[in-house]
């Protein structure tokens, strides 16, 4: 069987497969890989963990290993509710739709949005799963360059403006506006009122991607788009702050358009874990999602700040980098005759560091002088060993 005959156009278009060979070097022991945003199981209160899914097991007996709602179990999606509307977005059950994962939430909202060819606009360096989530659905990127106080306003009215002049009109905007990945810069409050405003002006949505919002480490957080707009389109996932292999996330937005997205959801998986669910539902009413987002900030906080003095320590001076106040991720510039597409290779084989390279999270390929380092999953001590092989590498090309 040729199978390569029989594949849609679709996946013609998704092109590389970036995510998947990240995901490979963490299985790698004999390479320090800052390539995946792994979370790190230290934060993981696996003994609760535990202990929760025999009490939710115990409880719920057999209902808890069916099929649930295409919504979510209602519990959970009310405590969704109250934790949008602490966060300044006044929030309805019904404006909550539990997905599988955040990754999911944005297929969903793709699969109701976009035809092909319909145009998106990106912040960029862009988040490379989210690239290839949108690629998938063939549209066509806008991207919008960012710099240290996140998406440049700017420029995206020059973007918006150009589309409406060809009489287009992009379908929405997606942002990852708190400590994006992979760049790990914050939009400030004042370019949210802005681009919030400019949608709006525009008519076109805004989706934020909320992954990383929780994990700040200091200073005082931006707020939500969707509080200044609830007509934003929130995503979010438990992922970084409860357990990824539960796979839940949710969508907040309109009850229209969370119809909308139940419907396709329908196509997608039909229901999110419905024991995940009542998990994670018992795990943050007893203040474990709490205690365990405190556990985590404190170890990536630590974390971030011995990558950062390694990154004084070894890097060569003419490199830059972000100082991220929160998430996983710090963004390096190296000289623009570097191309770190090119030299992966020679430092997973040479010096057994990895790295994520520039082109993955440019819908054009672009930014070969860049690489992302996450440092979330790398333990302390690998971090510095594995800046420092890194470090001595550039330096010897950088001469």
């Given at each position: ?204 949505p805004i989706v934020e991607d909320a992954a990383y919002r929780d994990l700040r480490f200091e200073g005082q957080a931006p707020s939500l788009l969707a509080a200044l707009d609830p007509q934003v389109i929130h995503i979010n996932t438990l992922s970084k702050v409860f357990n990824p292999g539960v796979r839940i996330g949710w969508a907040t937005a309109p009850q229209p358009f969370i119809e909308a997205l139940a419907l396709a959801k329908q196509g997608q998986d039909q229901c999110s874990s419905t024991i995940g669910q009542y998990v994670a539902h018992a795990f943050a009413l007893e203040g ?112």
């Open positions: 069987m040729d199978w390569n005959e029989l594949y849609s156009s679709r996946i013609e278009s998704m092109g590389h497969s970036d995510v998947v060979a990240m995901l490979k070097l963490a299985e790698r022991p004999e390479v320090i890989s800052f390539a995946g945003g792994l979370p790190d199981p230290d934060t993981f209160l696996l003994k609760e963990t535990r202990e929760m899914f025999e009490k939710v097991l115990t409880r719920m007996g057999a209902a808890a290993l069916g099929y649930g709602p295409t919504h979510g179990i209602t519990p959970l999606r009310e405590w969704l509710a109250g934790h949008m509307t602490r966060m300044g977005r006044p929030t309805q059950t019904a404006e909550c739709l539990v997905t599988t994962g955040g990754i999911a939430a944005l297929d969903l909202i793709c699969r109701v949005l976009l035809d092909p060819g319909d145009r998106v606009v990106v912040g960029e360096p862009a988040y490379l799963a989210a690239l290839h989530v949108i690629r998938s659905h063939q549209a066509q990127f806008v991207g919008v360059p960012l710099d240290p106080e996140g998406m440049r306003p700017d420029l995206l009215e020059v973007q918006l403006h150009e589309l409406k002049r060809r009489s287009l009109r992009a379908k929405f905007i997606y942002l990852v506006p708190s400590f994006q990945n992979p760049a790990g810069v914050t939009l400030t409050e004042e370019r949210r009122k802005e681009i919030v405003a400019m949608a709006a002006r525009y008519g076109v474990l999602i709490d205690r365990q987002r405190a556990k985590a900030i404190a170890i990536y906080r630590q974390k971030r700040d011995v990558m950062l003095a390694a990154l004084d320590q070894y890097f060569p001076a003419s490199a830059r980098w972000t100082r991220p106040e929160g998430g996983f991720y710090t963004w390096v510039t190296l000289p623009e005759d570097m191309d770190t597409q090119a030299l992966l290779p020679r430092a997973i084989e040479a010096a057994a560091v990895a790295y994520g390279a520039g082109p993955s999270f440019y819908h054009h390929r672009g930014g070969k002088n860049h690489m992302r380092l996450s440092y979330s999953y790398v333990s302390k001590s690998r971090i510095e060993q594995g800046i420092q092989r890194l470090g001595n590498l550039l330096c010897s090309l950088d001469r």
